[in-house]
């Protein structure tokens, strides 16, 4: 069995390239920490000075510039450790950022579809965020906060053993209470974020179905679950608070309290001889800086906690099983595709696969187009191609060439998929259209949306091609985006491309002007379509008949009329429906 690491190594790899500033930021904060102590043991000289009588004023002068040199070394330590420490770990998050949706591009898309939006916005975002405290603040900060008191601990031992025990009394009494209020923290923290992350999916749920929760009049339900998780999780947290209020009172109260033992035992030594007034002022003095950076590195506790949490739900994420491909491209002669007794299933465990065993053959050039009755597995089929999709079994190739062999990215130069879902980013129509091809000139641009039915009504918005589009393209209608999407695909110049209902969003005229440019552009190209108006693929050179996950029947469109009762049920159906239409028109 794989052995999982240990929360601090794996954030320890993540850190990566920058280990070496962390490095520099301890040893800075360690000596941001001492400098910080040198005031103490001026003090404890000025007290002896004046015990002793001294009235040089150039003496308390000197040592009162120790006091501030102190202070502003510190400062100055200290400063530059946070400088660099924060540096590394922006550059951490940044890059720990971009490797998670570099991985969400090579896992199968049934991964991301299995997990709500608002998990992938709450480890992307905020824990991703939540690593900057442990990485900028604890690692540096935890670690001179622990290292300073240590030596000035061993220094009091030297100076008193028995002092050096009385002023660390306070310590284990304060830890017992905080014991207290840490008890069950890792799983009180795990069932905070368990409550944050179905809040977060909540939220997203009820904001992107807004339309729908206004159409159906179901506000009072789903405001309902929306305010039941935000007041669950709120509930939780104000109760682990009252749960830990007494513990964190009365440890914050003990720790600094280090006198009520220094004083009394101090004070008895003194009287009897074998405690010295110097030796005991300095103990005095010294004790109080013990506690400062131990309750400084105690802070950091919390993240510690968290820690295995932030990690694990990070490292879950860069953990998923990916698609496995090749770094080096594949030698690809032509772009035949080949479907060899392939099965596909979700989920391994499922009674039923979504493909059962199917056998296709896509000749190059050449228009095919799968239909048949809605779940029957027609998209999943163009998914596969795509490489959306991993077989369960049997082979998939391109060119001969098996797909699992094809680097996922040469893959996609070959194809261009337009769904009628397509998603459009929160930027202007000619940004949107350029997605196809990064290098197009925005003269490519515009010809190509011409050639698609886009430019007049792109022209008739109130900014033309620089208008923004939206949150997913909402500013625009659905047939709208639909232009866009598919002369986004056309500007790609893939030579493989698929429609996955790529027209469902356009009414009749729309439709009829799209298609007559799609077949123009794609002349020469390998088409294949998913489609449900069957008059609009009529002249395919293979309709495939895609039926409960099986090929039933492929042909031309007069073939299958007359071979399978399948299709010409459907097109009679389809025909019916036109004609009603029409008539009630």
Request: glycine share 8%.
């Amino acid at each position: 069995m794989k052995q999982t690491p240990s929360p601090v190594k794996r954030l320890w790899e993540l850190a990566g390239a920058h280990r070496r500033a962390y490095a520099l930021s301890i040893i800075l904060a360690i000596l941001g920490v001492a400098c910080g102590m040198v005031p103490y043991f001026a003090i404890a000289y000025i007290m002896l000075c004046l015990i002793d009588g001294v009235t040089a004023l150039n003496t308390y002068a000197l040592w009162c510039g120790v006091i501030l040199l102190g202070f502003t070394l510190k400062l100055l330590f200290s400063t530059l450790s946070t400088t660099v420490s924060h540096t590394a770990t922006f550059q951490t998050l940044k890059e720990v950022r971009i490797k998670i949706a570099d991985k969400l591009s090579r896992v199968p898309m049934g991964y991301i579809i299995d997990q709500s939006s608002g998990r992938f916005k709450d480890v992307i975002v905020d824990r991703v965020e939540s690593m900057e405290p442990i990485l900028a603040h604890l690692v540096p900060e935890m670690t001179s906060n622990l290292f300073v008191p240590l030596c000035i601990i061993v220094y009091l031992f030297i100076l008193d053993w028995r002092m050096a025990l009385a002023s660390l009394v306070t310590l284990p009494i304060g830890f017992l209470c905080y014991m207290g209020m840490s008890r069950g923290y890792s799983e009180r923290f795990s069932g905070l974020m368990k409550r944050v992350q179905k809040m977060n999916a909540t939220i997203i749920e009820y904001v992107g179905g807004i339309e729908v929760i206004k159409a159906f009049n179901q506000s009072a339900n789903s405001y309902q679950k929306y305010s039941d998780a935000v007041n669950d999780d709120a509930r939780y947290a104000v109760d682990w608070m009252k749960d830990t209020q007494l513990f964190m009172s009365m440890s914050n109260t003990i720790w600094p309290s280090v006198w009520l033992a220094v004083l009394p035992i101090g004070a008895i030594l003194y009287q009897h001889g074998t405690l010295s007034a110097p030796v005991f002022l300095t103990i005095m003095i010294l004790s109080l800086g013990i506690v400062g950076p131990i309750l400084g590195a105690i802070k950091f506790t919390d993240n510690i906690s968290q820690l295995g949490t932030i990690v694990e739900e990070v490292g879950n994420l860069l953990d998923a099983p990916e698609m496995v491909r090749p770094d080096h491209d594949a030698d690809i002669h032509d772009l035949a595709i080949h479907f060899q007794d392939v099965s596909f299933s979700y989920d391994l465990k499922a009674p039923k696969p979504i493909l059962d065993h199917i056998n296709l053959t896509i000749q190059p050039g050449t228009m095919t187009a799968l239909v048949g009755p809605s779940g029957s597995g027609k998209s999943t089929i163009t998914k596969l191609i795509t490489g959306f999709w991993e077989a369960t079994s049997g082979v998939i190739t391109l060119g001969g060439v098996d797909l699992k062999k094809i680097p996922l990215s040469q893959l996609s130069s070959y194809v261009s998929y337009v769904s009628q879902d397509n998603y459009l980013f929160d930027e202007s129509i000619r940004e949107n259209i350029r997605m196809g091809r990064l290098s197009a000139t925005d003269q490519e641009v515009e010809d190509v949306a011409r050639k698609c039915g886009c430019h007049d009504f792109i022209m008739g918005l109130e900014h033309g091609y620089d208008t923004i589009v939206g949150g997913a393209g909402g500013h625009l209608s659905g047939g709208e985006r639909q232009r866009i999407a598919i002369a986004r695909a056309m500007l790609k110049d893939a030579p493989i491309i698929i429609f996955d209902e790529a027209t469902a969003y356009l009414d009749p005229e729309n439709e009829s002007l799209v298609q007559e440019a799609i077949s123009k552009l794609v002349q020469g190209k390998t088409l294949i379509m998913v489609a449900h108006r069957l008059y609009t693929v009529t002249g395919a050179d293979q309709l495939v008949v895609v039926n409960q996950g099986r090929i039933e029947a492929t042909g031309t469109h007069r073939e299958l009329l007359q071979k399978c009762p399948l299709y010409k049920e459907m097109w009679q159906a389809h025909i019916g429906s036109r004609d009603e239409g029409g008539a009630t028109a």
